[in-house]
C-alpha cells in the first residue's frame, strides 16, 4: 500500500485537466495531498502537478499536508493567490508556528499575497495549542471547517458544529466563527453568491443557538478542554423552505 499520491503512475495531469473541462458546471477546484504519509518520496512533486493542471483549467488548488517532508515552508511557497492550504491549524511537526509564539514568515508572506488558510479539522490536523498561537496573534483562520471521515466522525472532529464550537471555546468572536464558515468558504471556491443571506440569492440558511453547559473538547493530540457554551442545530433552510 501506498499514499494515494506517491506513486506517479496515479497522477495523471493530462487525465485530471480533462475530468475538471469535462466538469466546469460543479467542479469547484483541485485537491492534492501531500507528506510522508500521502505522497511519500515523492515529496512536493503532486503538488506542482496540481497547480500545473490548476492554472490550465483556472482552478484554485486546496493541498493538504500531512507529516514532512515535504516541510511546510515548501508547501507553502508553492501556493499563489486564491489557492487554499488546508489543516492550517495543525499541531508540530507541520505547525503554522514556532514554539516560542511566532508565526513563521512564510505563512505570513502567504496570506499577504492571497492564499486562503482553511482548518479541515479531522482525526490528525488540529491542535489546541497551535490555534491558540494562531489566534492570540490574530492571524484567523479563512474557512473553519470539518474534516469528517470514518477515522474522525466518532472523534476527535465529530461534526462542523463541534468544530465551530471550538473556536467559540478558543474566544473566537462569533461574528469571525460565522464569517469563517460562510463567506470565508464561499470565497475558497469563487461563489461569492453563497454565503450571504443579501436579497437575490440563494435561499439557504443553517440556524444555529448556542447551548450553555459543561462540554469536554478534543484536538488530534487527544488533548481535552472543557467549555461552557457550543453551538446546536436548530434548523436548516432551504432554497427558501424552512426543514425540522
Given amino acids: 500500500m501506498v499514499g494515494e499520491s506517491e ?5 495523471h495531469s493530462r487525465a485530471c485537466l480533462n475530468v475538471a473541462n469535462l466538469n ?5 477546484g483541485i485537491k492534492v495531498r501531500v507528506g510522508a504519509r500521502a505522497s511519500g518520496s515523492m515529496g512536493h512533486a503532486p503538488l506542482d502537478i496540481a497547480l500545473e493542471v490548476a492554472e490550465e483549467a483556472g ?3 486546496m493541498c493538504h499536508l500531512d507529516w514532512p517532508p515535504p516541510s511546510p515552508i515548501e508547501v507553502i511557497n508553492r501556493l499563489r493567490e486564491g489557492n487554499v492550504l488546508t489543516h ?8 503554522p508556528a514556532r514554539s516560542d509564539g511566532r ?3 512564510a505563512i505570513l508572506e502567504a496570506r499577504e499575497r492571497g492564499v486562503i488558510f482553511d482548518i479541515g479539522h479531522g482525526v490528525g490536523s488540529f491542535g489546541f495549542e497551535t490555534a491558540e498561537t494562531m489566534l492570540n496573534a490574530g492571524f484567523l483562520p479563512d474557512a473553519i471547517s470539518s474534516d469528517v471521515h470514518s477515522l ?13 464550537s471550538k473556536f467559540l471555546h478558543l474566544g473566537t468572536s462569533i461574528t469571525d466563527i460565522i464569517a469563517a464558515s460562510t463567506t470565508g468558504p464561499a470565497r475558497a471556491i469563487r461563489r461569492p453568491d453563497l454565503g450571504t443571506l ?3 440569492r440563494i435561499g439557504d440558511a ?13 484536538n488530534s493530540l487527544g488533548h481535552t478542554r472543557s467549555g461552557e457554551k457550543k453551538f446546536t442545530l436548530k434548523g436548516i433552510v432551504l432554497d427558501g423552505e424552512m426543514w425540522g
Avoid: N
Avoid at 24 to 28: A, G, I, M, P
Fill in 59 to 61: 482552478l484554485p488548488v
Fill in 198 to 200: 443579501s436579497p437575490g
Fill in 103 to 105: 508565526i513563521r514568515e
Fill in 152 to 164: 474522525s466522525i466518532k472523534g476527535p472532529a465529530y461534526d462542523q458544529l463541534v468544530t465551530l
Fill in 7 to 11: 506513486d506517479v503512475r496515479l497522477l
Fill in 206 to 218: 443553517t440556524i444555529l443557538s448556542i447551548e450553555k453547559g459543561e462540554f469536554i473538547f478534543t
Fill in 24 to 28: 466546469k458546471d460543479f467542479l469547484v
Fill in 88 to 95: 492550517c491549524f495543525r499541531p508540530f511537526p507541520a505547525a
